[in-house]
């Protein structure tokens, strides 16, 4: 057995962590079962999708791309991590750490697509490498660090101390 798949376990163990993964994103972006069936236009079944969250059916590598795609996450996301690769002794979503704390600026991606050109092109990019990062798949809101604001305000062509106002304008910014 190689260290991956020993990592990992049988293919059931394998196929229930993969379904935590498509649990934890469907939930992190408040969707029911009944919810991802009809705004899919019953391409992937609320039983389908019931059965591969619970590890009791696998899903194919296509079917696994369009999920991905529908969820607007790569596909990586949708897949387990060994313990050695990631660093985390848990493949499911932790909404309780310092991404999610008080302080943080909250943005709006629902007015990101709003940003023409190369400004709006590189801050959608850094963007979802934040979210890639933290996995946070929401997809309607992200909220970023103060840390994050020195990059931000570098793509936006501003001084650190104008990015906030900059970000209220283009209307990115939530209360």
């Known amino acids: 057995m190689s260290v991956n798949e020993s990592e990992l376990g049988t293919d059931s163990e394998y196929s229930q962590k993969v379904g935590e993964r498509l ?5 992190q972006k408040r969707m029911s079962l009944q919810d ?4 899919s236009d019953h391409e992937f079944k609320a039983s389908v999708l019931g059965a591969y969250e619970r590890g009791e059916r696998a899903i194919s590598v296509p079917r696994l791309h369009r999920l991905a795609t529908y969820y607007n996450v790569p596909v ?3 897949l387990p991590r060994s313990s050695v690769s990631s660093g985390r002794s848990s493949d499911v ?13 909250l943005l709006d991606l629902a007015h990101l697509e709003e940003i023409p050109g190369p400004e709006g092109e590189m801050l959608g990019r850094y963007l979802s490498m934040i979210q890639v990062q933290r996995q946070d798949f929401n997809g309607k809101v992200l909220t970023i660090r103060k840390d994050d604001l020195r990059a931000v305000a570098c793509i936006l062509g501003v001084e650190i101390d104008f990015v906030l106002d900059r970000l209220a304008d283009l209307k990115l910014t939530r209360a």
Do not use: K, M, P
């Open 23 to 27: 649990r934890a994103i469907r939930r």
């Open 36 to 39: 991802v069936e009809s705004q």
């Open 76 to 78: 990586d996301q949708l």
């Open 93 to 105: 979503l932790d909404l309780t750490d310092s991404t999610h704390a008080i302080g943080g600026i």
